[in-house]
């Protein structure tokens, strides 16, 4: 154990007791893409105590091309994001606890990890990213923001009680509607934002608390331009957020909506208030072309790949349109 450890130890920012913390530690991954991927190997070779990683998605062919924990074989099972990086995860690291929840990032989930020392984003939406916000809030962790498209990327570390949250800084956040889909991404800027977040949780979690980046750092790998924008300025005093009496707006069951198309995918998620069971579907649907692996169903449904999960989330593919995807739903799943 010494030995596997030898060299962060070794280093003087971490040492012998910063690595007894990291030890100890218990982190939260929101998502298992592209950024969760490559914070979650980072840390699970750092040696973190307990990893939890949460995705809603499964591993598709154009994934592999940055997202580092998938390979072919995942691609080809479609398997669900959070069991293909929890198994490979165990086979990297065999002494952190890892658990991978298939699922969507809730304020329900977050609230029963109110305990963990530090919550990663590795999201691609920024809906779910205000949820964690607030609830990172509520509950006193720090976040560690992270974002990349096309060859750029910024990363922000939110510390409750001190530094503005994701809400106070909102309209200095730049990029606006640009997605993977849209722009595409390259390796280079997610691993650099990966790396950048990553600093920041090992900081964090060694004790390091002085050496954290002040400020939102910027950069593009392919224009060589990197730069720091202050931000301390930005906190609000009334912020709903992070103000004197915040309220937590993120966390309102009616900032959630039942539909959301998922960047870069051409596919619209459904959560439906009720879900149906697979020995249902497995009736309902048995005219269908249908596929199953342990933890999803696929149909095709007029021309639409449409993925079913256990937790009742539905995966429209080939569509843009929430009502479009909806409607389909309803048809032929249930309403
Ligand atoms: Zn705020």
């Not at 003087?12 to 007791?17: A, E, F, K, R, T």
């Not at 931000?231 to 709903?240: A, E, F, I, Q």
């Not at 959560?271 to 649907?285: G, I, N, S, Y």
Request: hydrophobic share 35%; with cysteine.
């Amino acid at each position: 154990m010494n030995e596997r450890y030898s060299r962060q130890t070794r280093f003087p920012g971490i040492g012998p007791d910063g690595q007894a913390r990291i030890a100890s530690a218990e982190i939260l991954i929101a998502g298992a893409g592209a950024l969760g991927s490559a914070a979650a190997e980072m840390l699970v070779r750092a040696g973190v105590g307990t990893v939890t990683i949460v995705d809603r998605d499964y591993v598709e062919f154009s994934n592999l091309q940055r997202q580092q924990l998938y390979t072919e074989a995942d691609a080809e099972a479609r398997m669900p994001k959070a069991a293909a990086a929890e198994k490979r995860l165990k086979e990297i690291n065999s002494s952190v606890e890892i658990t991978g929840i298939i699922g969507e990032i809730t304020p329900e989930l977050l609230e029963s990890y109110d305990h963990v020392d530090v919550i990663i984003d590795g999201l691609d939406n920024f809906e779910t990213r205000m949820v964690i916000n607030d609830a990172a809030q509520k509950a006193g962790i720090p976040f560690v923001y992270g974002a990349c498209v096309s060859s750029y990327g910024l990363s922000y570390t939110v510390l409750p009680g001190k530094k503005p949250c994701l809400q106070c800084i909102l309209g200095t956040v730049p990029g606006g509607g640009e997605t993977c889909d849209t722009a595409g991404i390259i390796g280079p800027a997610v691993q650099l934002t990966a790396s950048y977040q990553t600093a920041e949780v090992l900081k964090l979690l060694a004790g390091a608390e002085d050496q954290l980046r002040n400020g939102l750092i910027q950069y593009d790998v392919w224009a060589n331009e990197t730069r720091t924008m202050g931000v301390d300025r930005l906190k609000r005093h009334d912020c709903p957020s992070c103000g004197e009496n915040p309220v937590y707006p993120n966390l309102e069951r009616g900032a959630r909506t039942q539909t959301a198309v998922l960047c870069g995918r051409d596919t619209v998620q459904i959560r439906p208030a009720k879900h149906v069971a697979f020995e249902e579907l497995r009736r309902t649907l048995a005219s269908y072309e249908l596929q199953e692996n342990p933890y999803l169903m696929q149909v095709k449904l007029e021309g639409h790949r449409v993925v079913l999960f256990h937790d009742g989330r539905a995966l429209v593919h080939n569509t843009q349109e929430p009502s479009a995807a909806l409607s389909l739903y309803q048809r032929y799943i249930g309403s």
